[in-house]
């Protein structure tokens, strides 16, 4: 069931994404060779206590994973692309991570994902996270009131695919509110004109994610970690999203 949320429930989200935007700030400035990933982990869950909020993976177990996630955000480092699952790893120059962070707070969610490089970066991982972020922001400038799911999924497919990319359609955006995955589920592949119509009060979650290589995934033997199946590195960029009457309203934009 869909549910459109009124203007009060969208300010409330929002509160929740400040804090999440505040969060994926202060973690992403700590990457740098040399780092410990589970320091992001830990420093994660210092802020998620300070704050009150509520973790939507620690206790997450979809019929995809293996069992409660039990941590607070998913690391995914070089060929892992989603839900990369926190585990100790030296950051290297060069290194790729995305961050993927999402709670609750009175109890709505807001939910984001930055991709980000640990000192140097490769010329083919700078493209490939740009073109995410470029697919971001053409999804965000499709979420209109009138337009339909399509237009979004087209959106981000036109930039992804344009740039040369081949997009996975297992996983894509979602609705979110009360928890952290409500109808709709929004594609990373879509036909323009298609699907449900775009209403105020409507809230998503858009992230385009591609790797450089395949678009085929493989598990990790921890039952979480999707990787690349050939190996390639991915990027993920993610924003809580709220249709307005006056256009797309990005609840967890980093400053």
Request: with cysteine; glycine share 10%.
């Amino acid at each position: 069931m869909i549910e459109f949320k009124t203007p009060q429930a969208i300010e409330k989200m929002a509160v929740t994404g400040r804090f999440v935007a505040e969060t994926l700030a202060e973690l992403s400035a700590m990457v740098e060779p040399g780092r410990e990933v589970m320091d992001l982990e830990h420093r994660a869950r210092k802020l998620v206590e300070e704050r009150g909020a509520v973790s939507c993976y620690w206790d997450y177990a979809p019929s995809f994973g293996r069992g409660p996630f039990r941590n607070v955000i998913c690391l995914s480092v070089n060929d892992a692309v989603l839900h990369g699952r926190p585990r100790p790893y030296v950051l290297r120059d060069g290194d790729v991570i995305s961050l993927d962070f999402a709670v609750s707070i009175d109890g709505w969610v807001a939910d984001s994902a930055v991709t980000v490089v640990a000192g140097t970066p490769a010329e083919q991982d700078v493209r490939l996270i740009d073109s995410t972020r470029a697919a971001l922001d053409a999804a965000i400038a499709a979420a209109v009131p009138g337009n339909r799911i399509g237009d979004i999924s087209a959106a981000i497919a036109a930039v992804g695919q344009g740039a040369g990319y081949r997009i996975n359609t297992d996983f894509g955006g979602h609705g979110l509110g009360r928890t952290m995955h409500e109808d709709p589920h929004v594609a990373n592949v879509g036909r323009p004109g298609r699907g449900l119509e775009l209403r105020p009060g409507l809230t998503l979650a858009l992230e385009p994610w591609w790797c450089t290589g395949t678009a085929e995934l493989r598990v990790d033997p921890d039952g979480w970690t999707l990787r690349s199946a050939d190996g390639s590195r991915g990027a993920h960029s993610e924003h809580t999203v709220a249709i307005t009457e006056d256009g797309p309203r990005v609840l967890t934009a980093r400053s």
